[in-house]
């Protein structure tokens, strides 16, 4: 997802529910629907996470907050703009383990997009998963931040990309504040485009993250908490704006492309195999998977970030897309 040199453009991945995309809930096996509308007019979803009794959490770009929405139940709001001094919400991830609904808030009023409660700068934000009531607020520290995409591993620490540094953040398991956990200059964002993105633990233990504009993929190698070598994975063929990123188990990942592409995303060794599985969103940005169905957000940021679009309005109303996963 574009942050605020924010040409048009996702969070939120969970490691110790590898198999979630696998896991079946039979509500939603038996009568999912194609496709679910949100019912703001500035819904601009950038991402979505589920739990395994198949409710869905949505966060709003544009408006602030989370919208929950239960099993064959309509959208509703859960998590008001302005909670916790939350601002434009990004990532979202649900991590039942620890009973945590994850966020990424970002401060784009200098984008023009204003929440009302919201604090300045960049956090993650830790909602209880029952109550919607906030525990932790970690904030980013210094210059050039942008919180995007979230992942937890298997000891509960979660790594959370910063779209205008070339740096992975953790907070560890029980902490209150965010460290840098991994840093590369090759990394660096261009000045006018978005850099880290997408971010992933595979079933081998080790952290796969991507960069938006530039498309590309990577790992880092994982031992004992601590980061290891960085592999630029080669891709099957050449992605187009590489966004979210969901475990499904035996590293295959859902991968959404900002250019309009759901892929299943297979790792053997260094390599990157690129299935298409749904083609033609207008700015996919989420994606999560229950009962053997991909759920996928539809952002239309482009209404948003591009000058061009600016004055237009977006196709309403925004809609989150149900995909069956191959068996």
């Known amino acids: 997802m574009p942050h605020t040199s924010l040409t048009p453009n996702r969070v939120a991945i969970t490691g110790r529910l590898a198999t979630i995309g696998l896991m079946w809930t039979s509500t939603w096996a038996l009568a999912a629907p194609a496709s679910i509308s949100l019912t703001s007019e500035r819904a601009f979803p950038e991402s979505l996470s589920s739990t395994q009794d198949g409710t869905l959490y949505v966060g709003n770009l544009a408006e602030g907050g989370v919208v929950r929405i239960k099993p064959n139940g309509a959208p509703e709001v859960w998590i008001k703009p302005g909670a916790f001094g939350s601002a434009s919400i990004l990532g979202v991830l649900a991590d039942e383990p620890s009973n945590t609904l ?54 509960g620490s979660a790594y959370v990309t910063n779209s205008e540094a070339p740096q992975i953040l953790r907070l560890a398991a029980g902490g209150k504040q965010l460290e840098v956990w991994f840093q590369d200059a090759s990394l660096q964002p261009a000045p006018d485009g978005t850099g880290l993105d997408g971010i992933a633990i595979g079933s081998d233990g080790n952290l796969y993250f991507n960069r938006y504009d530039a498309a590309d993929l990577y790992r880092i190698d994982v031992k004992d908490g601590k980061a290891g070598k960085l592999t630029k994975l080669k891709a099957s063929r050449k992605l187009v704006l590489a966004d979210a990123m969901r475990p499904l188990g035996r590293n295959v990942f859902l991968l959404i492309e900002g250019g309009g592409r759901l892929d299943a995303m297979t790792i053997q060794g260094d390599s990157a195999s690129i299935t298409v599985l749904k083609d033609g969103y ?11 169905t991909a759920w996928v957000s539809e952002g239309q940021l482009e209404y948003l970030f591009d000058p061009a679009k600016h004055d237009q309005k977006p196709h309403v109303p925004f809609r989150l897309f149900a995909v069956a996963l191959p068996k």
């Open 282 to 292: 207008d700015t996919p940005t989420g994606v999560t998977a229950i009962a053997g």
């Open 102 to 155: 994850w966020v990424c808030s970002d401060d784009l009023s200098s984008a023009g997009i204003k929440v009302a409660g919201a604090r300045s700068g960049s956090a993650v934000i830790g909602f209880d998963l029952k109550t919607g009531a906030g525990k932790i607020r970690a904030e980013f520290a210094g210059n050039h931040n942008f919180c995007n995409d979230i992942a937890i591993d298997a000891a």
